[in-house]
Nanobody, 121 residues
Framework: QVQLVESGGGSVQAGDSLRLSCAAS????????MGWFRQAPGKEREFVAA????????YYTNSVKGRFTISRDNAENKVYLQMNSLKAEDTAVYYC??????????????WGQGTQVTVSS
């Protein structure tokens, strides 16, 4: 089992930045890929970004390319999502996930509880 806890969400203005963190505990010895997903009110959960265990490979949904950066620190068992130039449409609950290297939610076995990001225009 892997436990994931997100932090760093909040309410910001459009154009601001936020850095989300996800701390992993439990069976962290396995080489999990990590992903960030988000879910806005009334919408399905969608893929945002993913990173391989090594950190060499990263993936982003088109709407965040050039604005968001995913990174990880395996020594600290943490993954980060740096979000710059935030837009109102980035408003959602953001979830951290651990599993296979995938851009689909089905590829992930473990999920955090989520952290709210609200961007005001």
């Amino acid at each position: 089992q892997v436990q994931l806890v997100e932090s760093g969400g909040g309410s910001v203005q459009a154009g601001d930045s936020l850095r989300l963190s996800c701390a992993a505990s439990g069976r962290t010895s396995r080489r999990y890929a990590m992903g960030w997903f988000r879910q806005a009110p009334g919408k399905e959960r969608e893929f945002v970004a993913a990173i391989s265990w090594s950190g060499i490979s990263t993936y982003y949904t088109n709407s965040v390319k050039g604005r968001f950066t995913i990174s990880r620190d395996n020594a600290e068992n943490k993954v980060y999502l740096q979000m710059n130039s935030l837009k109102a449409e980035d408003t959602a609950v953001y979830y951290c996930a651990a599993g296979s290297e995938s851009t689909g939610a089905r590829g992930y076995d473990y999920w955090g509880q989520g952290t709210q990001v609200t961007v005001s225009s």
